[in-house]
Nanobody
């Protein structure tokens, strides 16, 4: 079992930045691929970023490429999502997730564990 707790969400103006953190506890964090997803009201959960167990490979979709960066610190059992140049359309609940696989995972169905989410609101 892995427990995930997101933090760092909040209200920010368009063009601003936020860094989300996801703290993991339970089984060995470094054995899990990690990902970030978001879900806006009335929309499906959307892939935002993923990173492999060692942090050497990442995946970022075109919708946020160049603005969002994912990283991890296995010594601190934490994965981060740095979000720059935020837009109102980035407003959503952001979730982190853990998958017990070795590569980079971009689909929701491959993730085994999910956090409760943190709200990000970007005002125009």
């Amino acid at each position: 079992q892995v427990q995930l707790v997101e933090s760092g969400g909040g209200l920010v103006q368009a063009g601003g930045s936020l860094t989300l953190s996801c703290a993991a506890s339970g089984q060995t964090f470094s054995s899990y691929a990690m990902g970030w997803f978001r879900q806006a009201p009335g929309k499906e959960r959307e892939f935002v970023a993923a990173i492999n167990w060692s942090g050497t490979r990442t995946a970022i979709p075109d919708s946020v490429k160049g603005r969002f960066t994912i990283s991890r610190d296995n010594a601190k059992n934490t994965v981060y999502l740095q979000m720059n140049k935020l837009k109102p359309e980035d407003t959503a609940v952001y979730y982190c997730a853990a998958a017990q696989v070795s590569g980079v995972v971009i689909t929701t169905r491959q993730y085994n564990y999910w956090g409760q989410g943190t709200q990000v609101t970007v005002s125009s």
